[in-house]
Structure formats: structure tokens, C-alpha cells
């Protein structure tokens, strides 16, 4: 009996030992940079693709990243639509603008060396004009509030306040005449450019904001100013008249 105990016992301790050899021996076959096997080494680190701007002597330039086929286009970058991406024009007059040039003369805007578009690039409905309050509520009203009267959170910590989209004039849009253009009066085109750009105190929304929302967020701002622009307007004339 104590033969065959023995027996049992010295039969599992070779076994145990083979097992252990065995895991061992498999645990090294990827131990090195260049094995190939099984191991812990994280061999997605080394992968046989060229990097860009890597040399590769595979190509006779030596270069590894390959210059673009004529025509090529990355993936939302055909910017054709000049309205839509940009907001400005080529030439022309702002024909719109004569009554509030006392010379009466045809006038264009100074910023950006362009006219800016007047319209939407797109119609403007309901559902563009709430995807504009979502997005301006997002990104806009910690500054200019959520009625845009220029009075956001922040403001009223202390930063330096936007003007008003009721009653105030643009900072940085002017006529030839040297006149400012009243916020409700400046064209959409100009809030785009804004907004894609930044002014003053405030900064590029370009990379958080695509160009068919700031558009949204235009038409948001357009409604907010037929629904609450008469009555600022009336409040600043009541106070100035006090």
C-alpha cells in the first residue's frame, strides 16, 4: 500500500514539474523584441507599418508617407460653398446698408476685406433654430447669457462682459464711414466669421463648433432678437431718458 502511495506521489511530482517547465518555457518564447510567441510582450508596440514622415527605402524618394493623387480631398474638407463655410463674398456693394450711410453712397464692409453674406446658406426652420439654442446653450451662454443680453455666469464673476445682441453696437464692425453697425443690423455672415474666429475676449468655436451649427446658432440668435429686441430696446431708451 505504502509502495503504491509512494509511487502516486513521485508520478504527480514529475508531472507538476513538467507542467512548470513547460509554462516557463512558453511564458519566454516572446520574451524578446524580435520572437514571435505567446508571451507578455506587447508586440502591437512594434508594428511593421511605416509611420508618417518615417524614411522608407522601398520608394525612390526615401520618403514613407506618399504625396496626395491629384484631386484628392480629405474626408470634409471640400469647402466649394463659400456661404456656408465661410459666410463672406467676393466684391459687390452692401446695398442693404445705404440707409444708414448719411452720404448715401454704396458702402462695404471693412472687415475681413469681403461683404458679408446677409442670409442663411440654408432654410431656416424650427428645427434649425432649436439645434441653434442647444448648441448657443452649450457653448455660448456662459458669456452672453441665455437670452444673449451679454450677462452669462462667468460675467457675473467678474470676466469681461460680451455686448448685448439687443441694444449694443459690434466692437469690430464698422463702415467705411466709420460708423459701428448695431448688433441687430450686422449681417450673418459676420456673426459666422465671429464665431469661427473669435473677437476680443472671446475665442475660436471652430473646433467646437461645425459650420452648419454656427449657423444654427445664428438663426437661434436671430429669433431671440425678434422676440426680446423690441423690448431691450425700449428698457435702454426708458433708462437713457430717466
Sequence with gaps: ?????????????????????????????????????????????????????????????????????????????????????????????????????????????????????????????????LRGKERFNIYCSVCHGVTGAGNGMIVQRGYLPPPSFYVDHSRGLKYLTGAAVPLPEAPEGYYFQVITHGYGGMGSYSAQIKPRDRWAIIAYIRAMQETFGKTAGQAVAQKEAK
Design 1 to 129: 500500500m505504502f509502495n503504491s502511495i509512494r509511487l502516486y506521489l513521485v508520478g504527480s511530482s514529475r508531472i507538476l514539474n513538467l507542467s512548470i517547465a513547460a509554462f516557463i518555457a512558453a511564458g519566454s518564447l516572446g520574451c524578446g523584441k524580435q520572437d514571435i510567441g505567446w508571451g507578455f510582450y506587447q508586440q502591437m508596440a512594434e508594428q511593421p507599418k511605416i509611420k508618417m514622415h518615417n524614411a522608407f527605402a522601398f520608394f525612390t524618394d526615401g520618403r514613407g508617407s506618399r504625396p496626395y493623387e491629384e484631386g484628392t480631398v480629405a474626408r470634409g474638407m471640400l469647402q466649394e460653398n463659400e456661404h456656408l463655410y465661410s459666410g463672406l463674398k467676393e466684391g459687390g456693394t452692401a446695398a442693404a446698408w445705404k440707409d444708414l450711410n448719411p452720404s448715401k453712397e454704396p458702402m462695404t464692409l471693412v472687415q475681413a476685406k469681403s461683404p458679408y453674406y446677409e442670409t442663411f446658406p440654408m432654410e431656416v426652420t424650427e428645427e434649425l433654430i
